[in-house]
T-cell receptor
Framework: EPEVTQTPSHQVTQMGQEVILRCVPI?????FYWYRQILGQKVEFLVS????????KSEIFDDQFSVERPDGSNFTLKIRSTKLEDSAMYFC???????????FGQGTRLTVV | GEDVEQSLFLSVREGDSSVINCTYT??????LYWYKQEPGAGLQLLTY?????DMKQDQRLTVLLNKKDKHLSLRIADTQTGDSAIYFC?????????????FGKGTLLTVNP
């Protein structure tokens, strides 16, 4: 069964460092997303990406964040200068053309120290 | 803005039915979803219901939607210990170029043998 895959599963980084979280969405999907979940809190929307551009972003997604789809399969989230409060589980997700069903990866746990 | 509320905890005995409730505020929601998250894992799409339906059944899962009251429930029949997890309700807006989801805080279901 097709699935969204994310790497790495866990990343530890020092405050101020740049991190890139990687995702391979389901191959025939057209909509791509990043969400995050701070420990014990809600899953929060960060950004959606369609037709090679950002279609919506939340207020969390400030200038420190960027997304890219560098080739036909990968979808990345970059955090330029990490802060302690960026520590969270980051989920990549994708939806098919119909938008019916959003499928999530296993997540990358980011720990900023 | 959109908001989704769920009760935080539910405890049942193995073999009983579980009912997890959710309320949402966005009257333009088109689809409502239920996701399951086991410890340390990603979000598994369990089922969804289109906003013009009242009920959807899928094996042991029954989803009921009261659109007038903006109330959604997930019933799990014959609950098993493997059903112990956090269950998230999520609503999807009307789309366009984006099918972002708004999640509730999740209901921790504990199934006691």
């Amino acid at each position: 069964e097709p699935e969204v895959t994310q790497t790495p599963s866990h990343q530890v980084t020092q405050m101020g460092q740049e991190v890139i979280l990687r995702c391979v969405p389901i191959s025939n999907h057209l909509y791509f997303y990043w969400y995050r979940q701070i420990l014990g809190q809600k899953v929060e929307f960060l950004v959606s990406f369609y037709n090679n551009e950002i279609s919506e972003k939340s207020e969390i997604f400030d200038d420190q964040f960027s997304v890219e789809r560098p080739d036909g399969s990968n979808f990345t989230l970059k955090i330029r200068s990490t802060k302690l409060e960026d520590s969270a589980m980051y989920f990549c997700a994708s939806s098919p053309r119909t938008g019916l069903g959003t499928f999530f990866g296993q997540g990358t746990r980011l720990t900023v120290v | 803005g959109e908001d989704v509320e769920q009760s935080l905890f539910l405890s049942v005995r193995e073999g009983d039915s579980s009912v997890i409730n959710c309320t949402y505020t966005d009257s333009s929601s088109t689809y409502l979803y239920w996701y399951k998250q086991e410890p340390g894992a990603g979000l598994q799409l369990l089922t969804y219901i289109f906003s013009n339906m009242d009920m959807k059944q899928d094996q042991r899962l029954t989803v009921l939607l009261n659109k007038k009251d903006k109330h959604l429930s997930l019933r799990i029949a014959d609950t098993q210990t493997g059903d112990s997890a956090i269950y998230f309700c999520a609503e999807r807006g009307s789309g366009g170029s984006n099918y972002k989801l708004t999640f509730g805080k999740g209901t921790l279901l504990t199934v006691n043998p």
